[in-house]
């Protein structure tokens, strides 16, 4: 892989060949027409200043052969047409060029657009896709919203600091390059003298390049600080208002917007002095042209008009050299941008998934917990410690124990959302590291402790997306979790949109859909953490009842604290401190442990 990011972001560019061929391509006749420009200079200073008769003087002195024939030429075309006539031959070529050159760069502008576009698209979706495949560990809060900075803003500012700037990457060296041709092929001397100096000048601007592209990630992660309070204050807003903490959460808001505001600051002052210094720089550059210069055509080792077309030619560089050097200090701050997304693109999942995963179609026999340890990633304390057992295919077992004992971590290790510190997991004998993250969350129908829906419709948070399941299917799902009653009460039945998170309904209503959701899924194993523990107790039963046909040939983990869930299970595994401390039938251990 290429190690310049600002290489590797190019390599987005294969995608849209086309256009980007098309945008070259017009830059390159941008390019020439902006060249072209200058030499017509010469021809109407000398209409305006020379005399006729003298055309024969210019036979002699010390242009340049083909300048000489061009004069030449010139001078007996006023000789004949008048010099009126030249002026306006010479002010239609001008005319012509620029428009030429206009005309070049607004369709070079034309096809960049969708390729700009097209490439932050692209690298949103490979973003989206890969925070999709992180196992849940990665997401603490500070790295919430750092995300959210990241492919927000900093893809944002890849667009508007890379892309943007693209033409003028290809269309600028172009337009210097020709242009410092021109120049030397009109006067080396005086060429020389010019690069030299906007030598010095593009190293004085490359060193605050450096600064700011250190200034601009600083700026970027103090936003990364402020976009997560911001998401934990309004999902937490319940909280802050009951126990009117607005005023402790204003501060430390206030100390975190503060901090952004100086790194800000600091960045912009270094961005900022980029313009006016390479203004000043240029114009010292062309004072001393100009004194050079004059005192050529005074000597007459240069003539006016020629001396005229050099610093057109000159001036033609100017702007171009100064909106790339503007490209690369966006460009630098650009690539801040690029490397704090790419971070997230090479991030490695916490949970590799197997290279060559074992096939792995229907579960037959049984999930074993073989001696499994495990403590969350950053953290030492074990959450489980030694724990062994097995769920056989088609039994029901109950996980009980008090709150912190390690249920819910039990549940997040099957479906492999973190992997086991020491000992192994296997489903049908097989290591679940083996088996295709595909594979193995199939085999599961999950209804987590927390409850989590989505801006969507009912239906659509019950099917998620999967639109071949008929309609009875989802009614019925929707009947044995008790959802079906109270969703056709609300304004439009399934097609009901419930807002962010399902915030238009209850805690029970909402426990009720994610039921019906897991219940749909229709996976041999069905793992229930606290599936209804918001339910009230009418309606809970009414679940235990309707369920029991549906799980006849299920396999099924409960967890759950209230005695009336788990009176049909097979054996009840008791979990303390991260050790199964007992193991038995129902009846026998029901009066022991105190639910
Ligand atoms: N993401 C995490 N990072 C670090 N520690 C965690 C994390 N999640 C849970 N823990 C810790 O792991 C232990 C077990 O948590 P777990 O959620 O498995 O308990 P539980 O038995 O399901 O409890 P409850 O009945 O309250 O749901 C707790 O001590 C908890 O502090
Ligand atoms: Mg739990």
Redesign the pocket.
């Known amino acids: 892989m290429n190690n310049n990011p600002f290489w590797r972001l190019m390599s987005y560019l294969f995608n849209y060949k086309k256009e980007v061929t098309l945008a070259i391509l017009f830059n390159i006749l941008t390019a020439i027409f902006t060249v072209l420009s200058a030499p017509l200079i010469s021809p109407f200073l000398d209409i305006l200043f020379l005399d006729s008769s003298q055309a024969s003087n210019y036979a002699e002195g010390s242009l340049l052969q083909q300048e000489k024939w061009f004069k030449q030429q010139l001078l007996f075309f006023i000789a004949q047409n008048g010099k009126m006539k030249a002026l306006q031959y010479v002010c239609f070529a001008i005319l012509g060029v620029f428009l030429l050159k206009n005309v070049s760069r607004y369709f070079a502008l034309f096809f960049m657009a969708p390729v700009r576009n097209g490439v932050v698209k692209d690298i949103r979706n490979k973003l989206f896709t890969k925070a999709l495949s992180f196992s849940?560990?990665f997401y603490?809060r500070e790295r919430k919203g750092d995300l959210i900075a990241r492919v927000s803003t900093d893809v944002q500012e890849i667009e508007t600091s890379i892309l943007q700037v693209l033409e003028t990457i290809f269309r600028e060296p172009l337009i210097i390059l020709l242009s410092i041709g021109l120049m030397i092929y009109i006067s080396p001397p005086l060429t020389a003298i010019v690069l030299l100096m906007l030598a010095f000048t593009t190293f004085v601007i490359g060193g605050i390049g450096k600064k700011l592209k250190q200034s601009s990630q600083e700026v970027q992660q103090a936003l990364g600080i402020i976009l997560s309070r911001w998401e934990e204050s309004l999902s937490g807003i319940k909280t802050i208002q009951s126990f009117n903490a607005e005023r402790y959460k204003e501060q430390q808001f206030d100390i975190e917007n503060n901090f952004y505001r100086i790194k800000t600051i600091r960045m912009l002052q270094r961005r900022d002095l980029s313009s006016p210094l390479a203004e000043f720089l240029g114009i010292s550059v062309i004072t001393v042209l100009l004194w050079i210069g004059a005192q050529q055509v005074f000597e007459k080792q240069i003539e006016a008009g020629t001396f005229f077309a050099f610093l057109f030619a000159f001036f033609n560089v100017i702007d171009p050299a100064k909106s790339f050097s503007r490209a690369y200090f966006d460009i630098r701050k650009g690539i801040a941008a690029l490397s704090r997304v790419e971070e997230i693109l090479h991030y490695t999942s916490e949970v590799i998934p197997p290279s060559h995963p074992i096939p792995f179609a229907t579960f037959e026999k049984e999930i074993t917990f073989d001696k499994v340890s495990f403590?969350?990633?950053?953290?030492t304390?074990k959450?489980?410690d030694d724990v062994s057992f097995s769920l056989p295919k088609g039994k029901k077992i109950a996980?009980i124990?008090?709150?912190?004992?390690?249920?819910?971590?039990?549940?997040?290790l099957m479906a492999r959302f973190y992997d086991v510190t020491e000992g192994r997991i296997t489903i049908d004998g097989i290591d679940i590291k083996n088996i295709s993250l595909l594979d193995l969350r199939s085999t599961f129908s999950v209804i987590s402790?927390e409850t989590t829906l989505f801006y969507d419709t009912i239906l659509g948070n019950i099917t998620l997306g999967r639109e071949d399941i008929p309609m009875e299917e989802v009614i019925k799902a929707a009947r044995i979790a008790q959802a079906h009653e109270f969703i056709m009460d609300t304004q439009d039945g399934y097609n009901t949109h419930i807002g962010d998170c399902g915030l238009m309904l209850s805690g029970g209503q909402r426990q009720r859909l994610a039921l019906a959701r897991a219940l749909l899924r229709n996976a041999p194993i069905l793992i229930m953490?606290?599936a209804t523990s918001a339910v009230d107790t009418k309606a809970e039963n009414a679940i235990q009842t309707d369920i029991s046909p549906y799980l006849e040939n299920k396999t099924l983990l409960i967890?759950a604290?209230r005695s009336n869930s788990i009176q049909h299970v097979d054996e009840i595994l008791v979990?303390q401190e991260?050790k199964i401390v007992e193991q038995g039938l129902p009846n026998s251990l029901f009066e022991k442990v105190c639910l």
């Open positions: 849940p560990s603490t403590h969350y990633p950053g953290t304390q959450v489980l996980l124990g008090p709150s912190g004992a390690g249920k819910t971590t039990i549940c997040e402790q953490d606290e967890i604290h979990i991260g």
